[in-house]
């Protein structure tokens, strides 16, 4: 199993990156997968199954009930992004969550990047893409301690809070010409599934 770095993994070819796709269009839903997402997290035949059987949910395949409030979290914040018409894409990448691999025993943490790209009032693609954290760096060593003045650190601490500390947790990436090829790359080497 191919297990890598976000650093590594993003600048690979999209069938090796565990992305999946939901398109929601007049009140019918497909779902995409990338070759890798099949192999390694829920194949097709999984995810169909599961929207017909009506069940359960199709996440449900790979991320336990517990990492839906960040799951959530994340969804909203994408939709709060289109506060007006033609609102240009904004991936953000969400807390790290855990995933179910297949063929593997217990969870994986990993980071998600989500975008919601809403076409018109019938037709929207959230996309989901999972990669491993990248390795925090090691230091030989000891960091000097930057002296902070008092009125530096009353400011910090007048801007600590909760909105704080989730927006935190959500950054937001530059969609660019770069992103968008990549999108439509992607897009090309989809497998749909159809329900």
């Avoid at 398109?23 to 192999?39: D, L, N």
């Avoid at 989500?114 to 954290?133: G, Q, T």
Wanted: net charge negative; proline share 7%.
């Amino acid at each position: 199993m191919d297990l890598m770095p976000a650093d590594e993994a993003s600048s690979r070819n999209p069938d090796s990156r565990w992305v999946w796709i939901r398109e929601m269009k007049c009140g019918t839903s497909r779902f995409y997968t990338s070759a890798a997402f099949s192999r390694d997290i829920a194949t097709w035949e999984s995810i169909q199954q599961t929207w017909k059987g009506n069940k359960k949910q199709v996440k449900d395949l790979w991320m336990s009930s517990d990492e839906y409030r960040g799951y959530t979290q994340g969804f909203i914040h994408q939709i709060s992004l289109h506060n007006s018409p033609d609102v240009p894409p904004t991936p953000t990448l969400m807390p790290t969550t855990r995933i179910r691999l297949r063929g593997r025993k217990g969870t994986v943490q990993v980071e998600c990047a989500m975008c919601l790209h809403i076409v018109n009032l019938d037709h929207a693609y959230c996309f989901f893409e999972y990669f491993l954290p990248a390795p925090e760096p090691s230091f030989s060593e000891p960091i000097p301690a930057v002296q902070v003045s008092s009125q530096e650190t009353m400011d910090d601490s007048l801007n600590d809070g909760v909105l704080d500390d989730f927006l935190d947790t959500i950054e937001e990436f530059e969609w660019n010409s770069e992103n968008e090829q990549l999108l439509q790359t992607f897009e090309a080497s989809l497998k749909p599934l159809f329900v």
